[in-house]
């Protein structure tokens, strides 16, 4: 396998040459390319494909923003990382659509080394090129139109509070996912990640929501044509049971409050994957749609046939670059394969492995094609095989007391 690439940019010799020394030791697994500035940047991303590129924000000329920008339109198979000492406003909300992931300035070492190695690995995730550019330039996900109106009226509302706005962006499957991702990057230094779509909106604020949503647009509504045979409704119906129901799971059997969290926004997000192809790739997701339908197969089978990969390997890739945590990733990419999953005990990967298959259980008509099976294996040498009955009935009497509610 070729080695990943790369790429540098700062306009400070002095970072460059840090970083050369830091790096040193990582040279016989990839390639490091360094520029001072974004044209010479542009330089190297013309003469070789670069995987990932981290690049300073404050920068005399091009600055960081127009630089990833201009590398999302022209080589969107990179991954976009920015290196950054300022934390304003006019910062986040410049690069919060053009880039994966934010690392505070000066760069840790050893994180910045983990998320070197963490983003070039999730390259290789994507087997098909052509999906890998589509995931990789995507800097938000598409809402609902009616939930995005909603937003919008909440926040042009002058009585509008942050709860009213957190209880709409928490209805959201692609907000969730973009407030997550950014209160949990380095411009708000916290020291733990926060699962939370609510406290994420406590945390960003009034101000930096409606700047988001009204002036940078970083939600949009759903640009993809209205499909007669895919629901996106019932995709987010099924995707806060299946969030609720691993948080049920994870409560009753574990203390660890680590592992409540990301089983719940794994399960939140665990269907981000068929989303994203719907609504970037929507006549091929459509035919696997119709495909699971028609044949009666799994639309996990109909979309392996179809691309090549599941909605869990896109979507786990999306959020890896997004930044994250890697349990949570992980239950996405995995949570319908646990045997390919490298550490199958108990934890999220098979939480929402369960709550998925509990929610297509009590909802059926919610599923597309053969619902998926328990991997009883897996969840015998976990220990867990006897517990599923008491689960699914505890997660039914949640779901009757939610339709009461």
Known sequence: MDKKTVLFVDDEPNILSGLKRMLRPMRRAMNFEFAEDGPAALEVMAARKVDVVISDMRMPGMDGATLLATIQEQYPHAIRIMLTGQADDESVLRTVSVAHQFLAKPADPVQLKQVISRATALQDLMADERLKKVVSSIGSLPSLPETYARLQQVLRDPDGSLADVAAVIEQDLAMSAKVLQLVNSAFFGLFRHIESPARAVNLLGLDTI???????????????????????????????????????????????????????????????????????????????????????????????????????????????????????????????????????????????????????????????GEQPCLDEEILDRAGMLDKTDQWLELCGELQEKSGDG
């Open 210 to 368: 409606k700047a988001l949503v009204l002036g940078v647009g970083v939600f949009t509504d759903m640009k993809a044509p209205p499909s007669r045979i895919f629901n996106v409704k019932t995709l987010w119906s099924h995707s806060m049971a299946t969030a609720a129901f691993a948080k049920k799971i994870a409560t009753l059997e574990s203390e660890d409050r680590d592992l409540i969290d990301h089983a719940f926004v794994a399960g939140l997000l665990h269907d981000v994957g068929k989303l994203l192809l719907l609504s970037r790739m929507h006549g091929e997701y459509e035919q696997a749609v119709r495909m699971a339908m028609e044949t009666s197969c799994s639309l996990l089978e109909a979309e392996q046939k179809i691309f090549g990969l599941s909605h869990g390997d896109v979507g786990g890739y999306l959020i890896g670059l997004w930044g994250l945590p890697g349990p949570v990733v992980e239950s996405i990419t995995f949570h319908h394969r646990l045997r390919d999953y490298p550490d199958p005990d108990f934890g999220p990967a098979l939480i929402v492995h369960v709550a998925d298959y509990i929610s297509y259980r009590l909802e059926p008509g919610q599923c597309i």
